[in-house]
């Protein structure tokens, strides 16, 4: 599940593998499809911001089931916040805020979620992931579905 339309139209291929878009906020959307709610792997994939980490927790509750997520953990933050920006999709700001309750969150997502909305983090809020390769989501989705998640 990508949170963009671009990227799940230009995924590459995986043999088995299906990509969709997220619609936003609607993870009710997808949980009603059952071929997808109860596939053995469900990966999401957001931008690294505010919405993308409480879109991911929105998920995890709509699909009853604790979804993996590539690309959203400190490490790709670290990597890819040079390609970040401080505005959102409309242009507008992005400050710090009031953490929201995203109790479905992993420890390092968590991590990186808090550490975009403190009020004195100095980098950047946003990092779409249209700003990460193709072929590096692809090989991380390869390597969520050879551990058997």
């Not at 009031?98 to 390092?108: G, M, N």
């Not at 975009?116 to 990460?132: C, F, N």
């Not at 193709?134 to 991380?140: D, I, M, Q, S």
Request: charged share 30%; net charge negative.
């Amino acid at each position: 599940i990508s949170e963009n339309k671009d990227t799940a139209i230009h995924f590459p291929a995986l043999a088995g593998g299906i990509s969709v878009e997220g619609v936003g906020r609607g993870g009710r959307t997808l949980a009603a499809f059952e071929w997808i709610k109860h596939a053995p792997t469900v990966v999401y994939w957001g931008d690294i911001d505010r919405d993308g980490y409480e879109i991911l927790n929105g998920y995890r509750i709509d699909f009853e089931r604790d979804l993996d997520s590539i690309l959203m953990d400190s490490a790709t933050y670290e990597e890819f916040e040079p390609f970040g920006t401080n505005h959102d999709q409309k242009g507008r700001d992005l400050g710090e805020g009031a953490p929201r309750v995203v109790d479905q969150l992993r420890t390092d997502e968590l991590a990186v979620y808090r550490r975009l909305l403190h009020p004195e983090h100095t980098g950047h809020r946003r990092i779409e992931q249209e700003r990460i390769p193709l072929a590096r989501a692809l090989a991380e989705v390869e390597r969520v579905v050879g551990q058997g998640s």
